[in-house]
């Protein structure tokens, strides 16, 4: 069963901006952290942006400034907003939901499936 479901990918001109989501399945209860990652061929994944469930926010060097990630549906969902992207931004992107270990159940981790972004002229 799909928990975790990434959208909005495509093709993007370079300086342009595109806006993801991810909702997590509403039976993924208490989600801690939402975060971005992204792998583009040939390379390694890479975290990028992150959002605890207080709304804390954490960004990589290679996009602070450019993407905006928010929380919203319950905590279940968030979006990134992707501003002058770059050819170098061309990934498949993927949302992560954690949550922590607690006295109930251990630490769990929901990956998407992932959705391509190009950055081409």
């Keep these: 069963q799909v928990q975790v479901v990434e959208s909005g990918g495509g093709l993007v001109q370079p300086g342009g901006s595109l806006r993801l989501s991810c909702t997590a399945s509403s039976m993924i209860f208490n989600i801690d952290d ?38 919203y549906n319950f905590n279940n969902s968030v979006n990134l907003q992707m501003n002058s992207l770059k050819p170098d931004d061309t990934a498949v992107y993927y949302c992560n939901a954690i949550v922590h270990n607690s006295d109930r159940s251990p630490r769990r981790e929901y990956w998407g499936q992932g959705t391509q972004v190009t950055v081409s002229s």
């Design 34 to 71: 939402l975060a971005w990652y992204r792998q583009a061929p040939w390379k390694e994944r890479e975290l990028f942006a992150s959002i605890t469930r207080t709304g804390n926010t954490a960004y990589s060097d290679s996009v602070k400034g450019r993407f905006t990630v928010s929380r």
